[in-house]
T-cell receptor, first 109, second 115 residues
Framework: GQNIDQPTEMTATEGAIVQINCTYQ??????LFWYQQHAGEAPTFLSY????GLEEKGRFSSFLSRSKGYSYLLLKELQMKDSASYLC??????????FGKGTSLLVTP | GAGVSQSPSNKVTEKGKDVELRCDPI?????LYWYRQRLGQGLEFLIY????????KSGLPSDRFSAERTGESVSTLTIQRTQQEDSAVYLC?????????????FGDGTRLSIL
């Protein structure tokens, strides 16, 4: 079975740092993706982790611990445009992704 | 265009009618996926096409749902005898291949409302 959990909502202040957690329990694992989705728009790819550790890409970083079934997305120097839903997705079979329900992030001035 | 294109962007129809949703993947992408996103829920995998291989239909919720793809181009998702629980955003994605590290690129989706 699949179980991917992430907080429903988070609020953070412009300029701050926020960490969005994702825990998963899956019968197979071929990597974990983070996507950003603004309301009414397509999800856009942010990061991919398959090995343990931290992947840094500009203001966004993603961490994975396979033994703990745990990942987080770290957003630094928050901007108002970062207000969006952040989707954690696990690749089981190499193609189909299993998504969590998403975390709605609100960045306030 | 450079991205995944879906049409229509919105569709309102009466319960019991058939609907057809269209997806134009990014040129050169051999893999194509359909997902459903119900209000307040995560994206739900429906079907996957890879080149000329048999599609993976394991996510289709009932036999009212079907999808086709011609070669490595356009795909259509058909829902017959629509029900109110079919109301959702239907998202199409494509990727360069089936390898697990290939990110999927999504279209803006079709918002389907069943009255």
């Amino acid at each position: 079975g699949q179980n991917i959990d992430q907080p429903t909502e988070m609020t953070a202040t412009e300029g701050a740092i926020v960490q969005i957690n994702c825990t998963y329990q899956t019968s197979g694992f071929n990597g974990l993706f983070w996507y950003q989705q603004h309301a009414g728009e397509a999800p856009t790819f942010l990061s991919y982790n398959v090995l343990d550790g931290l992947e840094e890409k500009g203001r966004f970083s993603s961490f994975l611990s396979r033994s703990k079934g745990y990942s987080y997305l770290l957003l630094k120097e928050l901007q108002m445009k970062d207000s969006a839903s952040y989707l954690c997705a696990v690749s089981r079979s190499g193609y189909a992704l299993n998504f969590g329900k998403g975390t709605s992030l609100l960045v306030t001035p | 265009g450079a991205g995944v294109s879906q049409s229509p962007s919105n569709k309102v129809t009466e319960k019991g009618k058939d609907v057809e949703l269209r997806c134009d993947p990014i040129s050169g992408h051999t893999a194509l996926y359909w997902y459903r996103q119900r209000l307040g829920q995560g994206l739900e995998f429906l079907i996957y096409f890879q080149g000329n291989s048999a599609p993976d239909k394991s996510g289709l919720p009932s036999d009212r749902f079907s999808a086709e793809r011609t070669g490595e181009s356009v795909s259509t998702l058909t829902i017959q005898r629509t029900q109110q629980e079919d109301s959702a955003v239907y998202l199409c994605a494509s990727s360069l291949g089936w390898a697990s590290n290939q990110p999927q690129h999504f279209g803006d989706g079709t918002r389907l409302s069943i009255l």
